[in-house]
């Protein structure tokens, strides 16, 4: 027997495809052959299993087991649950390995499988050589048995364990994804009043998609604090692995500018510690973490490079522009937004003001969405190397630690290839509307030069 995978859905960080079309059952169960054979090559025998809410996931989930158990591996199942909630019972249970069956926040017919083996983020190389395992039918068997735990309490302990964040007028909004269950629980624990939305776990998704990052997605957690006149309000993409956030006034703070707040506890806490952000953060964050006294470190785009890099440096804290914030040292290094959530109410009590005031104290600046056009995938990492050639043989002052990130007089601009689909991403910031233009049209000579337009 072997299994050839779609090759699209093998993916950077994870495993992730269209149910029907790019992902299946056969391909669950594939994947827990898979995994078992190496886990157990590795010296492991247990590997904790969750789903989310999509609609395919219970069946997703039952082929996985089968998988894994054939393959000699015991599973413990705990059912429903956030991505985070699968990334601590990993880190706290006697288990050697996690995967959480998820779409994250991609439209409702995709879904996917997250893992983990022995503590680290099972990525990049680990997903090929899965995938060259399945074409060679090169598993092996055996006998593992299935029991269920239920984790939902030692999860929310872990939130609200020693909580100092203050009393607040808090809006939730979980888009009916799984981390709804959670967040209904959390807030039973946390002083002041809190409002809830779509916290109904629903794989339709029938209020508005779980992704935080587009602004569009905010508008009923914008409307809610506007008419209840909130302090603030927090929102969760589909797994729970990501966080957005609106003031009082409705405004949408960033993941950077989320990480400008939870640095200054954290710096306090552990005084000229390194904060990692992604490659797309704003320039004002990297000047707040030194500031601050810390040292900003730019890093690769993705959640297992972050999640690495966090593990190598010691830092405390590390965020993407995507809502992605990840929590060193004794917090296990992943991505956590119920966690992160608890965190940032804290660190909004310490800071003595509210999240309205803090966001007007920073600098304003002006900056681009991410922009995205599609290139093949021949030939997007080639257009960056044209691009950086270019850059270097003009003198330009270029960070290639993910792609090229230039900085100007009027600010920066970056373009890099994503990891997980055929495309060019682009995003500039400036001071002002005139500095953002002669950006942008730096970056359209940069692409036309490699004969793309941005469109």
């Not at 966090?310 to 290094?333: C, K, Q, V």
């Amino acid at each position: 027997m072997s299994h050839n995978f779609h090759p699209s859905s093998l993916r950077e960080y994870d495993i992730r495809g269209i149910v029907g079309r790019t992902l299946g059952v056969a391909d669950a169960t594939a994947v827990g052959r898979c995994f078992a054979t190496l886990l157990r090559r590795a010296g492991g025998t247990r590997v904790v299993v969750a789903r989310d809410g999509r609609v395919s996931s219970p069946e997703l989930e039952t082929a996985l087991v089968t998988g894994l158990t054939l393959s000699g591996v015991d599973v413990v199942r705990i059912g429903l649950a956030p991505t985070p909630m699968l990334y601590y019972a990993e880190a706290m249970l006697e288990v050697d390995g996690g995967i959480q069956i998820t779409g994250s926040h991609n439209p409702a017919d995709y879904n996917g499988f997250k893992m983990v083996m022995q503590h680290r983020p099972f990525f990049g190389d680990d997903i090929a050589r899965l995938g060259e395992m399945a074409a060679a039918g090169a598993w092996d068997d055996g006998e593992g048995s299935v029991s269920d735990h239920d984790f939902t309490d030692a999860y929310v302990g872990r939130l609200v364990a020693g909580y100092a964040g203050g009393s607040y007028r808090i809006g939730w909004d979980t888009g009916n994804g799984a981390a709804g269950p959670v967040i209904e629980a959390l807030v039973r624990h946390l002083p002041g009043e809190h409002h809830l939305l779509f916290t109904h776990v629903d794989g339709h998704f029938p209020n508005h998609h779980p992704d935080p990052t587009e602004e569009k997605n905010l508008v009923d957690l914008q409307r809610l604090v506007a008419e209840k006149q909130l302090d603030f309000g927090l929102a969760f993409d589909g797994d729970g692995d990501r966080i957005g956030a609106v003031d009082g006034r409705g405004r949408v703070l960033w993941g950077d500018q989320l990480l400008a707040i939870l640095a200054e506890p954290a710096l306090k806490e552990t005084p000229g510690a390194t904060i990692i952000a992604d490659v797309k953060a704003s320039q004002a964050l990297f000047d707040r973490i030194a500031e601050l006294g810390g040292v900003p470190l730019m890093w690769k785009t993705g959640h297992s490079p972050m999640k690495t890099k966090l593990r190598e440096t010691g830092a405390p804290l590390a965020a993407e522009m995507s809502g992605h914030i990840f929590f060193g040292g004794d917090d296990h290094g992943f991505d956590d937004a119920p966690y992160g959530a608890v965190r940032l109410i804290r660190a909004i009590h310490l800071s003595g003001r509210s999240l309205t005031e803090l966001r007007d104290a920073m600098p304003e600046m002006v900056n681009t969405p991410e922009l995205r056009f599609q290139v093949s995938e021949e030939r997007k990492f080639a257009v960056v190397d044209e691009v950086l050639a270019r850059l270097q043989a003009a003198g330009a002052a270029v960070n290639t630690t993910d792609g090229a990130r230039v900085t100007t007089a009027d600010g920066w601009w970056l373009l890099r290839a994503s990891n997980t689909q055929d495309v060019l991403t682009a995003r500039a910031e400036a001071r002002d509307e005139a500095g953002l233009a002669r950006l942008l049209a730096e970056v359209d000579a940069q692409l036309a030069a490699s004969g793309v337009m941005r469109g």
